[in-house]
């Protein structure tokens, strides 16, 4: 089992629906979890971070938590098509961080 | 303050020559992370500093790569006999320490010709 698993997609939505985008990881005692976003040519940049169970919100992003499954997720609400891009889960493993392949977005116009 | 800078921007070389990548990280920052991405791909992780040394060189993928980090701030990635496999984006993150957020920077393009 990969330790960050996500869907490669690409993942398709229209312009001002909910893209969910998901991400489930190995190792049951992790702590630190993070959403990055990469467009293409450029480098990954940090959208969110969460550390506890439940859901965190920052503006039209939601961040959610299990601890419990191993699941972690990140909601866009209204998507833009500027929200087209790679969206990077990473989790920590022991005192360094692990990223997932990303997930492709495409916001439909 | 200033990012995570990187040098040079673009780098383009023949096979079988060496390459130095160097990475100035975030100051203060103790972590100090090394990824390749090859086009369309993911992050391929490489090496990881704590400080000045690295308890994970697991993702290096042959002997012809090595990294050092001096005075818990500079790093530089040495690819030794250069291949065309080696060609990609090799980015640099650092983070205050190993399990916050990490601040990538802008990258190097290797190109083996």
């Known amino acids: 089992q990969k330790e960050v698993e996500q869907n490669s997609g690409p993942l398709s939505v229209p312009e001002g629906a909910i893209a969910s985008l998901n991400c489930t990881y190995s190792?049951?005692?992790?702590?630190?979890f993070f959403w990055y976003r990469q467009y293409s040519g450029k480098s990954p940049e940090l959208i969110m971070s969460?550390?506890?169970?439940g859901d965190k919100e920052d503006g039209r992003f939601t961040a959610q938590l299990n601890k419990a499954s191993q699941y972690v997720s990140l909601l866009i609400r209204d998507s833009q098509p500027s929200d087209s891009a790679t969206y990077l889960c990473?989790?920590?493993?022991?005192?360094?961080?692990?990223f997932g392949k990303g997930t492709r977005l495409h916001i439909l116009p | 303050g200033a990012g995570v800078s990187q040098s040079p921007s673009n780098k383009v070389t023949e096979k079988g020559k060496d390459v130095e990548l160097r990475c100035d990280p975030i100051?203060?920052?103790?972590?100090l992370y090394w990824y390749r991405q090859s086009l369309g791909q993911g992050l391929e992780f490489l090496i990881y500093?704590?400080?000045?040394?690295?308890?994970?060189k697991s993702g290096l993928p042959s002997d012809r790569f090595s990294a050092e980090r001096t005075g818990g701030s500079v790093s530089t990635l040495t690819i030794q006999r250069t291949q065309q496999e080696d060609s990609a984006v090799y980015l640099c993150?650092?983070?205050?320490?190993?399990?916050?957020?990490?601040?990538f920077g802008p990258g190097t393009r290797l190109l083996v010709l």
């Open positions: 190792d049951r005692v992790s702590q630190s």
């Open positions: 993150a650092s983070s205050l320490w190993g399990t916050e957020t990490q601040y």
């Open positions: 100051s203060g920052h103790t972590a």
């Open positions: 500093f704590q400080g000045n040394s690295a308890p994970d």
């Open positions: 990473a989790v920590n493993r022991d005192d360094k961080i692990i």
């Open positions: 969460i550390y506890s169970n």
